[in-house]
């Protein structure tokens, strides 16, 4: 019994030393982080190596589905909007796969970016964007699978995917210049409602100028038509501060028949009290 518990012991001591021996992957794992214009782009993917193998047509079959590495689907994430293959990207993750061939790449950009290489079942709905792209022969050997962020400007940047004698590129545009210029014309035109509507509230709550928080709500409101209840109730807040009683008192009606309409009491109450308050009531 005693040689038992001993042989058990041994075995369970081995057993601890072996989960502690930390072994390198064979594909490592990769984070790849670039900023082209205004957009972050993040690549995530496993490296596999050649190791003496043939790549494309043995190791990856040509004109079969890919997971472009090793382990979980190669993954990309745009922090903007970017068009792909004449399709347009919304902001967000994507898996990317490709269907190799000697002479091209079919190169695919799918929704559902949490799979251990492959979906289980292919979703032709959940593909964003495809692409073709000429596959080049190099004249020297990648051993381990290189992808990188190539030809940046402000508004295109090339992903490059090297491995073996095998390059190819899938070219990314942006929508830098369309939202600078955007910037730009909003900065020139100068502060819009809401730039003096945050402006004269911040001034109200941190006890600054009131006279140019009072100022300011008036600009927000001659250029905001349609202003809402909660925002006539800080106006409202804005005039009394700045000793003008009576257009608080207007405001403050005006935002509580708007409150009533809407139905939320909490601002029904905060404006019959202040009523009630700045009448001297």
Do not use: C
């Amino acid at each position: 019994m005693k040689k038992i518990i001993l042989l058990f012991s041994v075995l369970m001591l081995t057993a601890s030393i072996q989960a502690q021996i930390e072994t390198p992957q064979p594909s490592p794992f990769q984070k790849i982080e670039q900023k082209v214009g205004l957009t972050d782009i993040t690549l995530e993917y496993s490296r596999p190596s050649m190791r003496g193998r043939t790549v494309f047509g043995d190791l990856v079959p040509h004109n079969k589905m890919w997971r472009v590495g090793a382990n979980t689907n190669t993954k990309i994430t745009f922090s903007d909007a970017v068009e792909i293959g004449g399709k347009n990207l919304a902001a967000g993750s994507y898996a990317v796969y490709a269907k190799p061939s000697a002479t091209n790449w079919e190169v695919y950009f799918y929704s559902d970016s949490n799979n251990w290489g492959l979906p289980e079942k292919w979703d032709d709905k959940k593909v964003a964007a495809k692409v073709s792209v000429p596959a080049y022969p190099m004249p020297i050997k990648i051993e381990t699978l290189t992808m990188t962020f190539d030809n940046l400007t402000n508004d295109s940047v090339v992903l490059g995917i090297l491995w073996a004698d095998t390059y190819v590129g899938v070219p990314i545009k942006l929508f830098t210049d369309k939202a600078v210029t955007a910037n730009i014309e909003r900065a020139m035109s100068g502060p819009s409602s809401n730039d003096y509507y945050a402006a004269a509230v911040y001034y109200l709550t941190e006890g600054k100028d009131i006279n140019k928080a009072k100022n300011w709500i008036d600009k927000s409101f001659e250029m905001n038509k349609d202003p809402k209840y909660y925002q006539i109730r800080q106006k409202a807040l804005i005039y009394a501060a700045a000793g003008d009683k009576k257009g608080a008192i207007e405001a403050a009606k005006q935002s509580l028949k708007m409150s009533k309409e809407a139905g939320n009491d909490d601002y029904v109450k905060m404006n019959e009290k202040s009523i009630k308050e700045w009448e001297g009531k």
